[in-house]
């Protein structure tokens, strides 16, 4: 007994700790509930942060399908997208990474869904949206004040044409699909399953044959663009026009505050060369045989308006403006008329408005000699075979463009242009998929790029 009631305490002595085991109760009740309060006010703050848009701002942006899903996701910091390899290693030129990636993905099976298999997908829109996260985005009210259209030219690979879409999609923006009438129909029922799961999303209203260095690749981003004119529910300031495999450097609201910055200036490539006059001094037209463009060896009229025939590129960012003049001016319809049987004219049209001062044309800065300036040249990367000085090519050439490899990424992503052409979603497949983690993560975390270089670009 005496050796237990040596552990005995004094009755005093127990209520004594009895009292204070309460008190450390009642103390540690109190803290936990302040800092829950705390951490729920803290949220609400977040949450009404103009970083993210709030659900009564985005229910008046957008249809009755897509409010619950935006309105459930605007987390102001979505978790970050990782990839199986460190794409932050291959980004920053990491040589280690870089080979590491590339012998595994020279080693796995990518399995890639079909054409079919993303139109079954997208049938059912519930499905679409969770597996591809069309959620994971937040959008500022200096973008939701700054609208862009997209006209996307597509004739393959739904896959690779839902990895761009997903990366540019804004549910404020406008977006205008055009498929080729000779893809596969595959392609087009996937891309209108995946239009009707998003309702700022739709297919041209009317399709094109389109042959390559054809007038009906012009004609296809004309009809997008004529469609985005008369499309109400979004008054957007510029229309980008973009083919599958090109890929965006920049986030949404990076391309907003340097498209602010050229504030109705576009960004269209437009030079004058002579030994390519033989494009449009010669009559081409498509032989039915080998759906090619040749020329017949007749000479052509002249242009209308006594204009100097443009070359550039067929991608460019157009303001509203331009876009309108275009499409509906008299000047501009004749000379898109005339393109019809010269070669390429989606290289042409665009550069030859763009060109003459004396049309007219809005959202063209001019140098001293009256000639377009250069500096706005913007819109696309491209790495050419025959670049003068040519960068290295780190994947291959197709066409004399080179589509990326891993080793391009450390690169293109210090580029100053808007977006690259041009990827492939299975070829060197971390290449892309590397590009995407990146510009996701950017657009999470709100990384912006310096804007001194384009402010620098609209000083005279």
Known sequence: MGMYACFERPPTMNRKRKLMKSLLKLVFLIVVVVFFNHMKAENESIERHDASVSILKTKKVLKNNIRVLIGRNLNPMPKLLVNEVNCQGIIEGDEWHISYASKIQNRVGFKFLTDREMG???????VFLKTFEYNRFTVSQEELDFPIAY???????????????RAIYRPHNAYCIHVDKSSNPNILDAM???ANCLPN???ASKLEDVIYEGYSRLQADINCMTDLLHYADVKWK????LPAQEYPLKTNAE???????LNGTCSIESIYDEVLHKRTNEIY???????????????????????????GSAYGAFSRKFVDFAVNDMKAREILKWTEDTFSPDETFWATLAMNKHLGTPGIKYTASGMPDQRVWISTSITWDFSKPKPKCHGRYVRNVCVFGLGDLHRLVSEKKLFANKFHYAYQPFTLMCMEEWIFNKSVTYSYTDLDYYRDLMND
Not at 255 to 261: E, F, T
């Open 120 to 126: 079954k997908l997208a049938k059912n829109c519930d």
């Open 151 to 165: 006209s996307l030219i597509v004739y393959k690979d739904a896959v690779q044409i839902e990895m761009l879409l």
């Open 192 to 194: 209108k399953a995946i």
């Open 201 to 203: 999303v739709f297919i």
């Open 238 to 241: 510029y229309v980008i026009n």
């Open 255 to 261: 391309i907003v505050k340097i498209l602010k910055i």
């Open 285 to 311: 037209f498509v032989n039915p045989w080998s759906l090619k463009v040749q020329g017949t060896g007749l000479h052509k009229r002249p242009p209308p308006y006594s204009v100097v025939v443009g070359k």
